[in-house]
C-alpha cells in the first residue's frame, strides 16, 4: 500500500470510529466524509496528487474539531496500517444490486479494497451476450462507492494476467462466480503472487440479486410496452 492509499486508509477508520459531542458540527464531518470519496475516485484514476490534497482538507477539518473539543478521535500510525491487506474483487459490476454491496462490504470490512471491472470482450465471453453498459461507465459507478479505494480496468484476454498489475494478499470471489478457489491460487502463483483466496456464501435472502433477473424482470415487466 503506497502513502497516499495509506492517508486515505486512515482518514476512513478515523470518520469510521470519531465521537462527534456536538451535532451542530455535523455538516462538518460530513464535509470531511465528501473528500473522503473525492480523494477515493481520484487515487482510483491515478491522479495521486489530487487525491492527497482532497485527504488533506479533510483532515485539516477534522484536526479543528479536535481542537476545538467538539470531537474525539486518534490518528493512526503508518506503520499500523501498513499491515492492512490488499483484498482483489472482480467482476462485470453492469447493474449494481444487494449482492455487489454484500460482496464489496466484506472485502472492506477484510482491507484495502481494489476492484477489478471486466473488460467488455471478456465480460461478453463470461456471460454469452452483449455487454450494455461500457466498461469505463462501469469503473466510474463504481469508483464512486464508500466500500471501493481503487478501481482498475481489466484487460482483454487472460482474466488471470491482472495479478501482474494488481498482485493482491487475499482474493475473494462472489458466490456466482465459477472460478475455484484452488484455480485462483494457482493462477495467482503463476504469476509470482501468493493469495489467499475465499468466497462470499449467497445472500439467499436477496431476490434479486442477479443481474441476470433483474434484466430478466425488466423485459418481463415491460414487455408489453411500445
Known amino acids: 500500500m503506497d502513502r497516499v492509499a495509506l492517508y486515505i486508509r486512515n482518514l476512513e477508520e ?67 496500517i501498513k499491515n492492512a491487506k490488499t483484498v482483489m474483487v472482480a467482476g462485470t459490476f453492469e447493474i449494481l444490486h444487494p449482492g455487489h454491496l454484500a460482496y464489496l462490504r466484506e472485502a472492506w470490512r477484510r482491507g484495502y479494497v481494489t476492484a477489478v471491472v471486466s473488460a467488455d470482450e471478456n465480460a461478453e465471453r463470461v456471460k ?29 484476454g487472460d482474466i488471470f494476467d491482472i495479478f501482474y498489475e494488481v498482485k493482491p494478499d487475499v482474493v475473494l470471489l462472489g458466490p456466482n462466480q465459477s472460478v475455484s478457489e484452488d484455480v485462483v491460487k494457482a493462477q495467482a502463483k503463476r504469476r509470482g503472487v501468493e493469495v489467499e483466496v475465499y468466497r462470499l456464501p449467497r445472500l439467499e435472502s436477496c431476490e434479486l440479486c442477479s443481474t441476470t433477473k433483474i434484466i430478466e424482470r425488466i423485459l418481463s415487466t415491460f414487455s408489453g410496452c411500445r
Not at 29 to 50: F, H, I, M, P
Not at 128 to 156: C, D, M, T
Open 128 to 156: 454469452g451476450r452483449r455487454i450494455v453498459i461500457p466498461q469505463r461507465q462501469r469503473a466510474e459507478v463504481l469508483s464512486s462507492l464508500y466500500f471501493v479505494h481503487k478501481v482498475v480496468h481489466g484487460r482483454p
Open 14 to 80: 478515523t470518520l469510521n470510529s470519531l465521537v462527534l459531542k456536538d451535532g451542530a458540527y455535523k455538516h462538518i464531518v460530513e464535509l470531511a466524509r465528501a473528500y473522503l470519496r473525492d480523494s477515493k475516485y481520484y487515487y482510483s484514476v491515478g491522479d495521486r496528487e489530487t487525491a492527497l490534497a482532497t485527504v488533506s482538507y479533510a483532515e485539516g477539518l477534522l484536526d479543528a474539531l479536535k481542537h476545538m473539543g467538539v470531537a474525539e478521535f486518534v490518528w493512526r500510525q503508518p506503520s499500523e
